[in-house]
């Protein structure tokens, strides 16, 4: 008869190795997809100085690693936030009311690729981009049809727009006021992130600095006037989706909302009247502990930053909140309908690390703009999540195992290392000059991509699995007649506005934009007056100039 092992080395060297002799493993190295190698079986010799209170403590308490509140879905559930958006406003509004109509709790807006790059519906560069990835915003007119019979004061609202971030909020609080409601009561985010455009995305418009003088004109003017708000949503999402690790997806996030804070006390405010409106936004993908682990340890990570680095008072302001979405980029053409299963996973995930908020994606996203009936799916994997699988009975369920509880130590100490690395580069905007984060997620996309194509990371139905499927029937489209209206309703709009007005209003947000003012109050001043968002864009290039691409090698 065998002798119990004592210890997991004593197991390792009896048990497991006499087992494997007979049995291998079905391969050499199992490990995370940030490269995080994952052992047999974790047991209370891996968590190497491990201190309850220090490295988990308790839900609504310092560190967080549990969670920021008290009972988390005990209490409320996580909003159900559906990203939604295309064509023209009319469209998006009718998507909006079938959407809260099926139970959804708040509204997340997608804007098209002219509205976030700050070019009208009429330039040239627009041309064939109206309405396609998202709903088209040239004048308060058309953000006042795209929340018509949607009372603001009734809903939550996400705006992803990050380079016209201040002009979008702008036309939101203009519409506020025109509906009646006192702005100081909306309750939402702006991402404003600019930061991750110059590391992932792209839609950017200006140079870094002035860019960030924007987003801290947003964090002053909403400290005073729209206490609800959340000021930025710091996007690791798009970091991810261009093909970074989960580590790096913690640590490039976090390294830009230390920019973020510094930026806004170095324009003088006071770290405790905003901190506690920033937020954060992550992806979700298919690796169930990693991702769960993920979002543990930058919560942990982002508390002891904000207490211990910026100094911090508040406790609110040491929290990180964050809403989350499933991963894009894991979506495929090939059988379609297995998304659905990806998506679940991913929500799954979500939800076990915490999130305060989750948009879930549609399977047919691979093809085209979510269908009615895809999105109403991804919307139901949410629901059942949420009524009928008790994951949101007890706080942290997760919290405790030795295997998860080992992963986020990993993630946090590996996401630690490369702050560190960014700080030595002078911090994150050096270091996006410098191309340091686009190369790093440059070469773990392509050691992603070289793992798929030669089949060491299986993608069911891609590279193994693959069989016939059918053809996926009533994709969204987004006809070019669409753009035809669009454009005709901001000619109406340019021909019946006060343009004497608009042509007043835009010369002074010139002389504001060229001073140390903040800048909202005029940009707001601009909407009012139905000056269009390209417009107002082009009175900032003028003064702020316009950013190149980085080139990386």
Not at 96 to 121: H, I, K
Not at 193 to 213: C, H, N, Q, V, W
Not at 406 to 431: F, H, M, N, V, W
Not at 488 to 507: E, G, M
Request: proline fraction near 4%; charged fraction near 25%.
């Amino acid at each position: 008869m065998a002798i119990q092992a004592r210890s997991k080395k004593e197991w390792v060297e009896t048990t497991l190795t006499q087992f494997i002799r007979q049995f291998p493993e079905r391969q050499e190295k199992f490990e995370t997809t940030s490269g995080i190698v994952i052992d047999t079986i974790y047991t209370p010799d891996d968590l190497f100085d491990f201190n309850y209170n220090s490295s988990l403590g308790y839900p609504g308490e310092y560190p967080f690693t549990r969670g920021i509140q008290p009972t988390m879905y005990r209490g409320r559930l996580w909003t159900m936030r559906q990203y939604a958006g295309y064509g023209t406003a009319e469209e998006s509004n009718r998507r909006f009311r079938y959407l809260l109509e099926q139970g959804q709790m708040g509204l997340s807006v997608a804007f098209d690729l002219p509205t976030q790059m700050g070019y009208d519906s009429d330039h040239p560069l627009a041309q064939g981009q109206v309405g396609q990835v998202g709903v088209a915003i040239d004048t308060l007119q058309d953000m006042e049809i795209l929340f018509d019979k949607i009372p603001l004061d009734k809903v939550s609202t996400s705006m992803t727009i990050n380079a016209t971030a201040p002009i979008l909020l702008a036309m939101y609080i203009a519409l506020a006021k025109k509906q009646g409601f006192d702005p100081g009561k909306l309750e939402g985010t702006v991402q404003n992130d600019i930061l991750k455009e110059y590391i992932a995305r792209g839609t950017y418009i200006f140079p870094p600095r002035p860019s960030m003088r924007l987003t801290t004109d947003i964090f002053a003017y909403c400290s005073q006037n729209l206490p609800r708000w959340n000021t930025i949503s710091i996007s690791g999402y798009h970091i991810r989706e261009a093909g970074s690790t989960a580590v790096q997806e913690v640590a490039f996030t976090l390294a830009n909302g230390i920019a973020y804070v510094q930026a806004a006390l170095d324009a003088g405010l006071d770290v405790d009247t905003f901190a506690g409106r920033l937020s954060f936004f992550f992806a979700s993908h298919n690796n169930l502990f990693e991702e769960v682990a993920k979002f543990r340890a930058a919560r942990r990570l982002w508390a002891k930053i904000m207490r211990e680095r910026f100094k911090a008072k508040a406790p609110r302001s040491w929290m990180l909140r964050f809403h989350t979405q499933t991963a894009g980029c894991t979506l495929t053409a090939q059988q379609p309908y297995n998304n659905i299963v990806r998506v679940a996973i991913q929500s799954l995930a979500a939800i076990l690390g915490g999130t305060q908020s989750l948009h879930a994606n549609s399977f047919d996203e691979a093809y085209a703009t979510p269908s009615e009936e895809a999105a109403t799916i991804a919307l139901r994997t949410q629901q059942i999540l949420a009524y009928e699988s008790g994951i949101g009975d007890t706080v942290d369920p997760l919290g405790g195992s030795y295997f998860v509880e080992s992963l986020t130590d990993a993630i946090e100490r590996e996401a630690s290392q490369y702050i560190d690395k960014i700080d030595r580069l002078g911090g994150a905007i050096a270091a996006i000059e410098q191309g340091f984060q686009q190369r790093e997620i440059q070469e773990s996309s392509y050691r992603y991509q070289k793992e798929v194509e030669e089949g060491q990371r299986i993608v069911v139905g891609v590279n193994k699995f693959q069989s016939p499927y059918q053809k996926i029937t009533g994709l969204t489209r987004v006809e070019a007649e669409l753009e035809r209206k669009q454009k005709a309703r901001l000619s109406q709009v340019k021909k019946n506005r006060d343009n004497a007005r608009v042509a007043k209003v835009l010369k002074e947000l010139e002389e504001v934009a060229r001073s140390k003012e903040n800048t909202l109050p005029s940009i707001i001043q601009c909407v009012e007056s139905y000056a269009t968002l390209g417009e107002i864009c082009d009175v900032l290039r003028q003064v702020f100039g316009t950013q190149k691409e980085y080139f990386v090698f």
